[in-house]
């Protein structure tokens, strides 16, 4: 049996969508044919890959959003409402980390990772979730309601990682705030999910895998490589489809097998 993976007629809403993993998954949501929305700080990057989507067929639109501003969140999700319409898909995506052992970090740096990390994703999960809430309680018997969730978590929230520990902390949140929003929202057809991303080699870090110290990290994964952003994309599409009607609550290493 063939599967084909079309996602016409969903609203896609992508934080981070700025650049690395945020963008690949919104190329990649827009070219399955949904419509999708930009959100990010940067809006000069945002609006350069809305150029592109639109130059390859797909649907747009952009958004300013700072997921450490809960006014912001509330404000970019109505505007994607009001432009694209009710929002059938998240990914939540929106991380920041920090390079520090557990004795040198301070308040300022446990914020700033804690903050966008936990706190803005959960304020962002918890805003486009009220409004599927709201459209399956209300809905028509027999019509489509619910939506899906993806939380883009990483294999650092379920393995602990040297010198990046608060971000490790920050991402382990994420794993239970995905079970916690499954165990309550599922009932209502609200499936969420959590992808835990290894090493992925993106214009953010490119240039470290080309070092000494890269190399040598390189050297200690299992099958000795880094992923790329396209390797998550059959996992991502898979999620935001309908044949994931049946996986809620799942954290799916997406890791080359470094977690075993």
């Known amino acids: 049996m063939a599967y084909n993976i079309d996602l016409s007629g969903r609203v896609a809403f992508i934080t981070g969508a700025s650049g690395g993993l945020g963008a690949q998954f919104a190329r990649t949501l827009a070219a399955a044919g949904a419509g999708v929305v930009l ?26 959003l700072d997921v450490t501003d809960n006014d912001s969140i509330k404000s970019a999700v109505a505007h994607a409402e009001t432009e694209m319409g009710s929002i059938d898909i ?41 409004r599927m809430l709201a459209r399956s309680r209300g809905a028509a018997p027999g019509s489509f309601t619910g939506g899906r969730i993806i939380n883009i978590a990483s294999m650092a929230g379920l393995k602990v990682l040297p010198q990046i520990g608060v971000y490790c902390m920050s991402k382990a949140a994420v794993v239970q705030m995905t079970k916690a929003m499954a165990l309550e929202w599922g009932r209502f ?24 110290q890269g190399q040598k990290l390189i050297q200690m994964l299992p099958r000795k490589r880094v ?22 609550g799942a954290v799916i290493a997406a890791d080359d097998g470094f977690g075993v």
């Open 189 to 212: 057809g609200i499936n969420v999910n959590a992808i835990c991303p290894g090493y992925i080699d993106t214009e953010i870090n490119h240039h470290h895998w080309q070092t000494e």
């Open 39 to 64: 959100a990010s700080r940067r809006l000069e990057k945002i609006k350069e890959l809305r150029a592109e989507i639109e130059g390859d067929g797909g649907d747009a639109h952009v958004i300013e």
């Open 227 to 248: 992923g790329r952003p396209q390797d998550l994309d059959g996992l991502l599409l898979m999620l935001a489809s309908d044949q994931s009607h049946f996986i809620n």
């Open 90 to 130: 998240l990914v939540n995506n929106s991380g920041v980390s920090t390079t520090q052992r557990i004795q040198d970090v301070g308040e300022d740096e446990y914020d700033f990772v804690f903050n966008t990390n936990v706190r803005g994703a959960f304020f962002v999960a918890q805003e486009v979730g009220k």
